[in-house]
């Protein structure tokens, strides 16, 4: 009827009134798919932009301590040991998170746990606004270390969730550098309020916590993007198992993590206090510029390595990263600052690529089961990596001066990277026809970057 037009005569015939009320009502019904994909679309970027702007916040708050070492350390006498164990802690309460919440987002939806993390980051900042024992430093980490594990899972998940389809590499980038960008961001801001702003021990803490809230503020009112499902307790259970065809890749990887992650957890522990006895300043905001330049080259590494093997790029990753580590001992021992930032910068970009090749090569052929176990053996190794040695180096501390501790963490360095090299292999191919082949930017929302302590 619609539509009709007699050929004869171009002007259609005269539509009654009450047909062109059902016939306007019609267009509507027509046109609301339409304006409710658009509002979907509005929704959507509203939850992608709040999951982004809380993961740095998050990540910001984590690293807005690392400047603050040093003052600890001048006015309330903590030693280097002491400090190690807040890095300990951390790395405890991050990896038990992952391994035990890792899935809870999928329970109980983004939403609440991407809130819950960041009240538990509150926390732990509003219990550092008053330190003065490192009992307090400590169990103010262990807060930040619980809240990141689980901002770490569901806020990347739900980034990926509201991501736009276009372009194609958002989702994945934001998921995975969102981490790096907040870890500096935190240092350089923390080291410049320290040093510029009033109250030096609070100010940062206090705009961390502001920002926090704004963020679980921004999520609240922001759209859900997982079903809520039953078996969120089964959940809690962690699941660690290397499938067989890549078990042969775990010795080297676990070689790769453990020296990469260790060095990380030396510029948390160990290098606010090289800057300030070895490289003879006392510059907060130097302290934060050096941890930054540990964390973010290594969003450009993690690319570089896609363009080799898994094998050849850790191989190589490892060999730049022994290379970055003479450049660091080389520094130390020298008392050159500027080289020592040079060589900090090759150390993170190395490890980038390092990293990336190691997870990439044990997620090869993965189904979708086999990840999430794969991912928790990952956890498991890195944060390892970060605790154990930062455990030992601290009770060495009461012995060794700062340089020998260093040339420690150099010599895991060269036994990880003769390992690597002579010991690295690729992946068997996959024949059976029911893996997929998956690099570590494949699903970034079924973990966090990999590349930061």
Known sequence: MRGYVDVRNPKPPETPGWFRTIERHGSMQNGAPALNQARRGRTLRLAFLSAVVSLVAAFAAVGSTIPLFNIYRAEDGFTNAGISMTVVAYSAATLTTLLMMGRLSNHLGRRPTSIASLGLLVLGCLLLLNVHDIGILIAGRLLMGLGAGLASSSLTSYIVDAAPARPAWLASVASSQTVMLGLAVGAIASGALVQFGPWPRELIYLVAVGFLLLSAALVAVSPETATPSPGAWRSLLPRV???????????????????????????????????????????????????????????????????????????????????????????????????????????????????????????????????????????????????????????LSRTFSLPQLALGYGGLAIVATLFTVLAARNPHPDTSGNGQHMNIHDEPHRHPDLTRP
Do not use: K, N
């Open 241 to 395: 198992r290397v499938p067989a065809r890549v078990r042969h890749l775990l010795p080297v990887a676990a070689a790769v993590f453990l020296a990469t992650w260790a060095t990380g957890a030396f510029y948390q522990a160990f290098v606010p206090a090289v800057v300030e006895e070895q490289l003879h300043t006392r510059s907060p905001l130097v302290l934060g510029l050096v941890f930054a330049a540990y964390m973010a080259p290594s969003v450009l590494g993690a690319p570089l390595g896609g363009r080799f093997t898994s094998a050849a790029a850790q191989r190589l990753g490892m060999i730049i990263f022994l290379a970055g580590w003479i450049g660091i001992i080389t520094a130390i021992a020298t008392g050159a600052l500027v080289l020592f930032i040079a060589a900090t910068i090759v150390a993170g970009a190395s490890q980038g690529i390092a990293i990336s090749a190691a997870t990439r090569g044990l997620l090869h052929g993965s189904t979708l089961a086999d990840r999430a176990p794969i991912f928790s053996a990952i956890y498991l190794l890195c944060y390892s990596g970060a605790a154990f040695p930062s455990l030992i180096s601290g009770e």
